[in-house]
């Protein structure tokens, strides 16, 4: 069997010690491979002005396989002042080596199986009474860590003319087209809820904005199993979607994957389904954001808005 060429990146502080740990594990259980050490960390951002080398992403995309330590991250004035002498003044700027990484080579999940053994002194436990209990944690843990606060982007959102402004930076290129229905409806139920409570005295009922929110942002999920992408990228009903719509496939996974009951309802009652069914009050505001962003295109696209 042909070995592998691994990539090893100690980093920092700790890093180098895990990185030497974790090839004992590999060796003795029999992995066969051949490491070639690469350049990252705080030294190099030092010494070099680049905590990511060119050099370490050139092996990193011959080879496609890597293992990684840790790095020290600091803030952009600290980074600046521990530059060398020589590289300061020069218009270099600290960029996280591991969001870089994860942006050049696309790594946008990290996949963290959470075991607990028991016994272990850092697992979580529950105050229950006047003790402890130690729940079993056995879980796998998929996180996205190339978009929102890893995209490199630090702003939550801004108003449009400063958007417009961000869109100028080439970091930025790749988020041009997340703007969809989702947002539009998103930030229309916002703007009927923060137009409701600037207009009461006292507000009849509470908006939980959070929920509203998240809602907002998964009331389409159902879509994924009511559309089929077709060879040419176009997409077309599937026939799950034939059989039941986006709101009630979408309710049913949002059930079964444990989402409250109230955004649930969300899902299942912010399109025609839901007229004449019993909502909470976020589901009111998504389904009548939800008609403002959809009918005027479905409108134009039959001739019949009147412009």
Known sequence: MKKKTLVTMPGDGIGKIVLGEALRVLQAVGFRGEYLHADVGWEFWVNEGNPLPDRTVELLAEHKLALFGSIT???KAQAAEELSPKLRDTGLSYFSPIVKMRQLFDLDICIRPCRSFSGNPLNFVRRDGQSFVEP???AVIFRQNTEGLYSGVEWT???QELRRALDLHPKMAKYAETSGEDLAVTRGAIGLAEAQMASYAAMPYEIDMDRLIAGGLVHDIGKILEMDRDADGSYSKSRSG??????????????KAGMPDEIVNIIACHAEEGQGRPQVVETVLIHQADFAAFNPLAMMAENLLIK
Do not use: F
């Open 73 to 75: 991250s600091k803030g």
């Open 136 to 138: 079993k944690v056995d």
């Open 157 to 159: 959102d801004p108003p």
């Open 242 to 255: 034939r059989c039941a719509r986006h709101p009630i496939s979408g309710a049913i996974l949002a059930a």
